[in-house]
């Protein structure tokens, strides 16, 4: 049962649409990987011999929407949803992390030299980043200063 007085933007996003995008993911870690690759900053190349990688961040993908899918919807408290969110956040800036490390601060922060798999990457890592922080930060939650104050 998903605390009330969550917003719609926040459930929508973190019980309906990344679960599906994870699972998504994970399926084309472990049946396309070359095709999910394509998405990958253009500076590294795909290999065969990597697929152990594929596998662990596909592993990841599924703990991601089992913990969204699955764990959010039957926690009462909206602490516990910040707490997990928070985690998913650290990964989230692992994962921002990695993309500078290939792109380069110039690259990453100019969009007119992205290319379209770039753009999906980005803004499907950088945006769920900043919407789980404003959650973490209480943005939108109402009662939620209250909820600290009782906790």
């Known amino acids: 049962m998903t605390p009330p007085n969550i917003p719609l933007v926040y459930r929508l996003w973190h019980l309906w649409i990344e679960p599906a995008m994870a699972l998504n993911g994970a399926r084309y870690l472990w049946s396309m990987p070359d095709v999910y690759h394509q998405y990958m900053p253009g500076t590294s190349a795909w290999s065969p011999k990597s697929q152990i990688i594929y596998d662990q961040l596909a592993a990841t993908y599924m703990l991601f929407a089992f913990n969204?899918?699955?764990?959010?919807?039957?926690?009462?408290?909206?602490?516990?949803?910040?707490?997990?969110?928070?985690?998913?956040?650290?990964?989230?800036?692992?994962?921002?992390?990695?993309?500078?490390?290939?792109?380069?601060?110039?690259?990453?922060?100019?969009?007119?030299?992205?290319?379209?798999?770039?753009?999906?990457?980005?803004?499907?890592?950088?945006?769920?980043f900043f919407l789980r922080l404003a959650f973490v930060l209480g943005v939108g939650l109402k009662d939620s200063q209250q909820e600290e104050k009782e906790a």
């Open 68 to 128: 969204q899918a699955v764990t959010l919807r039957v926690v009462q408290e909206v602490r516990l949803w910040k707490v997990l969110l928070f985690g998913m956040a650290l990964c989230d800036a692992g994962h921002i992390y990695s993309v500078w490390a290939e792109m380069g601060t110039r690259d990453m922060l100019s969009p007119s030299v992205w290319r379209p798999s770039d753009w999906v990457t980005m803004v499907s890592t950088v945006g769920p």
